[in-house]
């Protein structure tokens, strides 16, 4: 399984995101940035599927 470790940088676009996205859904806030925890988790478990550059 790959190790993905998050930059301060992603940490703080991330919680922007959120900020932005809650301003008018804060239920669709949260479901947004748990699909993007989601789909790392995914991408760590089936990286070797795809090309490494």
């Given at each position: 399984m790959a190790r993905v470790s998050w930059t301060d940088e992603a940490q703080k676009w991330?919680?922007?995101i959120y900020e932005y996205v809650s301003r008018d859904n804060k239920e669709a806030a949260?479901?947004?940035v748990n699909s993007i925890h989601q789909k790392v988790r995914f991408w760590k478990i089936s990286r070797?599927?795809?090309t490494v550059y």
């Open positions: 991330l919680r922007e949260v479901k947004l070797s599927w795809g």
